[in-house]
């Protein structure tokens, strides 16, 4: 296996989950509590890269953070360098491809918090951002977490946004779904078997982390 391609995947995934839940939170309570009467329209937005092809996501981010773009310029202005094929162009088109993953999980937590638990707070004198941190976020531990591992393993198996935003650049933009790709395109099928099954093991295994995070009751007996 190439262990090059899985630590730039490792990492890509656990600063885009890092990065989702610093991001995600204010957005999920937002979307949990306002009554604005358009709020379905910013909840469309966010959940767009559930149903938008990852190659037009892709071309678009591409387009967004280019060097003749206003961020693009403004990121060339900083750093010197350009964004697109890059970690960092890589890292900010992970973030907004894996947003639904994250917000709305965090979003069904919130909204699942007892109402009155909420008002009983307020009016024993705990201001919002108190409430929050005391109350909702403690009861809303399971979603976070969901919201959390979801977010990491989606971006584990990035493959059209990788390709379009960061290219193919070994040990900077190179994951291992492109390097999967790769072994196949070389008829490299031992090499490609050993890769995907390597993904399948953390797929599986993240998924049982939900899974058990998410049940309510733990027995070893089936309960009567």
């Known amino acids: 296996m190439n262990w090059t391609a ?8 656990s600063l885009t989950s890092i990065a989702l839940l610093l991001i995600g939170l204010p957005i ?21 890269p559930l149903v938008l092809p990852p190659t037009v996501l892709g071309f678009y981010l591409l387009v967004a953070i280019g060097p003749q773009s206003p961020i693009g310029q403004l990121y060339t202005n900083l750093t010197g360098s ?22 709305q999980p965090f979003a069904t937590a919130f909204e699942q918090v007892d109402q009155k638990l909420i008002e009983a707070s307020w009016t024993l004198g705990l201001s919002k951002l108190h409430t929050f941190f005391k109350l909702i976020l403690p009861l809303s531990t399971a979603g976070l977490i969901t919201g959390v591992v979801l977010s ?24 291992v779904s492109i390097e999967i790709y790769d072994n196949v395109q070389a008829l ?21 982390l939900v899974y058990a995070v998410n049940r309510r009751v733990w027995s070893v007996w089936p309960q009567k």
């Open 6 to 13: 899985i630590w730039v995947t490792c990492k890509l995934a």
């Open 28 to 48: 999920a309570y937002w979307l949990a509590y306002s009554k604005w009467r358009w709020k379905f329209v910013v909840e469309s937005i966010v959940a767009l």
């Open 82 to 103: 350009t964004l697109p094929f890059s970690f960092q162009g890589l890292l900010i088109a992970s973030i907004l491809y894996s947003l639904p993953f994250a917000v």
């Open 152 to 175: 990491f393993a989606h971006t584990l198996g990035e493959f059209g946004v990788v390709l379009m935003v960061g290219g193919n650049i070994e040990g900077v933009t190179r994951t």
């Open 188 to 208: 490299d099928y031992a090499g490609a078997a050993t890769t995907s099954a390597f993904l399948l093991v953390v797929s599986y295994a993240v998924l049982l």
